[in-house]
């Protein structure tokens, strides 16, 4: 496994045989989107692995700085056949994902919270 921390920000990466497991935990903005790329850079060459997934349910913040970053990987990855896929979102980082469109093509489960009247 290998991690990183700064400003706020950090990463686990665990590799397995054709997967690997990227864990966000903190705040991914402006100021630490490049941890985010060297999150990314850990992972094997593309098309090695046959899915990539990305925890998120540490993750408090994600600015469209950051969202940009994961898009811009996601399809890197797709065309060489890797499949990314997220889940965990909350709170604000769900919402920015909901609003932007992009939950169903992360395959994130965003669903409202229910009504406790």
């Known amino acids: 496994m290998r991690t990183q921390k700064r400003s706020g920000a950090a990463y ?10 990227l864990a966000l935990s903190g705040e991914f903005d402006l100021a630490t ?3 985010l790329d060297a999150a990314f850079a850990l992972l094997d060459p ?12 540490r993750a408090e913040f994600f ?5 940009a970053v994961l898009m811009r990987h996601y399809y890197r990855l797709r065309d060489h056949g890797t ?3 997220a889940f965990g979102a909350r709170g604000a ?3 920015i994902f909901a609003v932007l469109g992009l ?3 992360l ?6 919270p229910r009504d406790r009247r």
Do not use: F, N, Q
């Open 93 to 95: 980082v769900a919402k």
């Open 12 to 21: 686990a990466v665990v590799h397995g045989p054709g997967w690997t497991y």
């Open 103 to 105: 939950a169903p093509l």
């Open 46 to 57: 593309p098309g090695a692995e046959s899915m990539v997934v990305v925890d998120l349910a």
């Open 83 to 85: 499949i990314l896929r």
């Open 107 to 112: 395959g994130l489960d965003i669903t409202a």
């Open 33 to 35: 989107r490049a941890i």
């Open 63 to 67: 600015d469209a700085s950051c969202v």
